[in-house]
């Protein structure tokens, strides 16, 4: 079992959707958690940063930490195409504080 | 502000020819420093990571080495290189054991 588990896709909505992304881990001692956006053949951008458990919105973001259930979530609001990218979660902790454990990635379609 | 530098932004080189990327942070001291390869559609792979000048840890045996010959400065290389070696190269850098940053990536192509 992958320490990080995160649903590839591709996952396809159309424009001004909700749309919901997650990624499941296995490591308790996981403490900071990040979405990362990827475009196509660019290195990936911090999206939202999070330590320990919790909400966090930053405009049409927000992203979610739920310990108990060693799972995070993030929304996007009102979808855009240009929110088409490949999203990776990203957390680190414990015996891993000098590395981050990533997801594979989502690779998430917006059509207009 | 910091800012990653990371290039050659394309490199295509012959098998068995050499390697050398390069990748330099701005506005910040004693980074952490991370090499990752990412092949396509896929998650990305940690092959190096530095706390401090001198000092590399590596996590995937494989043809390639990383220096660290000043705070800042973050190498990657390769004696020889396969047709294996192709993919993407990103190079990052975290303040802490925090988030990471990433720079732009050097797609390498192994002909």
């Known amino acids: 079992q992958k320490e990080v588990e995160q649903d590839p896709g591709p996952l396809s909505v159309p424009e001004g959707a909700i749309v919901s992304l997650n990624c499941t881990y296995s490591?308790?001692?996981?403490?900071?958690f990040m979405w990362y956006r990827q475009y196509s053949r660019k290195g990936p951008e911090l999206l939202m940063y999070?330590?320990s458990s919790g909400n966090k919105e930053d405009g049409r973001f927000t992203a979610q930490v739920d310990k108990s259930s060693k799972y995070i979530s993030l929304f996007i609001r009102d979808s855009q195409p240009s929110d088409s990218a490949t999203y990776l979660c990203?957390?680190?902790?414990?015996?891993?504080?000098?590395?981050?454990?990533w997801g594979a990635g989502t690779k998430l379609i917006i059509k207009p | 502000s910091q800012t990653i530098h990371q290039w050659p932004a394309t490199l295509v080189q012959p098998v068995g020819s050499p390697l050398s990327l390069e990748c330099t942070v701005e506005?910040?001291?004693?980074?952490?420093l991370y090499w990752y390869r990412q092949a396509a559609g896929r998650g990305l792979q940690l092959l190096f990571y530095?706390?401090?000048?001198?000092?590399i840890s590596s996590e995937v045996p494989q043809n390639l080495s990383a220096s660290r010959p000043q705070d800042r400065q973050f190498i990657l290389s390769s004696k020889k290189l396969l047709l294996s070696d192709s993919g993407f190269y990103l190079c990052?850098?975290?303040?802490?054991?925090?988030?990471?940053?990433f720079g732009q990536g050097t797609r390498l192509t192994v002909v």
């Open positions: 490591n308790s001692a996981f403490q900071y």
């Open positions: 506005g910040t001291s004693n980074p952490n």
């Open positions: 990052a850098w975290r303040p802490g054991n925090t988030e990471a940053f």
């Open positions: 999070t330590y």
């Open positions: 530095s706390v401090g000048i001198g000092q």
């Open positions: 990203a957390m680190s902790g414990g015996d891993s504080n000098y590395q981050l454990i």
